[in-house]
């Protein structure tokens, strides 16, 4: 094997030495953001100790070359990381993000349904589809929403449905 070709033991082809450049790029980026993530998301995402134990010492560290170090360091820990799975639990944090709008919609989506002239068929769906939501809470929030929709009031108990709804939904994507 010349110095400009790597095998990956994954696949069974050559890569050179610039696309092994580039993948090991991509997860210090990775790596990167997950640095601008908060403690309390980053506990969300899926990771091993020592990455986790790296991305807190990245926080304490403030002097721009060893952060761009720590930076490198972090890239060779994610070679052993999941890195989809990483990302995808970082899209969903991303409100820019495609994945975030679109659940975002779905939710709305959802909460409209409960409130409007179907709501009973929407209600049992989602009550089949999400069996370990508390029923009772729901059915009140669905209640006191289609009150307020119905009166033209303020979008309070609207929201609560809304955020019981996400709520619910974090839950069951182990984003809680």
């Known amino acids: 094997?010349?110095?400009?070709?790597?095998?990956?033991?994954?696949?069974?082809?050559?890569?050179?030495?610039?696309?092994?450049?580039?993948?090991?790029?991509?997860?210090?980026?990775?790596?990167?953001?997950?640095?601008?993530?908060?403690?309390?998301?980053?506990k969300k995402v899926p990771m091993s100790d020592t990455l986790r134990e790296a991305l807190e010492e990245a926080d304490?560290?403030?002097?721009?070359?060893?952060?761009?170090?720590?930076?490198q360091y972090i890239g060779k820990v994610m070679r052993t990381?999941?890195?989809?799975?990483?990302?995808?639990?970082?899209?969903?944090?991303?409100s820019a993000s495609a994945a975030n709008n679109k659940r975002f919609h779905q939710l709305e989506a959802t909460r409209d349904g409960l409130i409007g002239?179907?709501?009973?068929?929407?209600?049992?769906?989602?009550i089949e589809s999400n069996p370990e939501v508390d029923i009772q809470q729901l059915r009140s929030l669905v209640r006191m929403a289609q009150k307020e929709a119905a009166q033209d009031k303020a979008t309070t108990h609207r929201k609560k449905l809304f955020r019981f709804l996400r709520e619910t939904q974090d839950a069951k994507l182990g984003l809680l």
Do not use: C
């Open 60 to 71: 304490r560290i403030k002097h721009w070359g060893a952060q761009r170090r720590h930076l």
């Open 1 to 42: 094997m010349t110095d400009f070709e790597h095998y990956d033991d994954n696949e069974e082809e050559l890569k050179s030495k610039t696309q092994v450049k580039r993948e090991m790029e991509a997860l210090q980026d990775l790596g990167a953001k997950l640095t601008k993530l908060s403690p309390a998301q980053r």
């Open 117 to 126: 002239d179907n709501s009973k068929t929407i209600l049992d769906q989602y």
């Open 81 to 94: 990381e999941d890195a989809e799975a990483i990302e995808a639990r970082i899209e969903l944090f991303d």
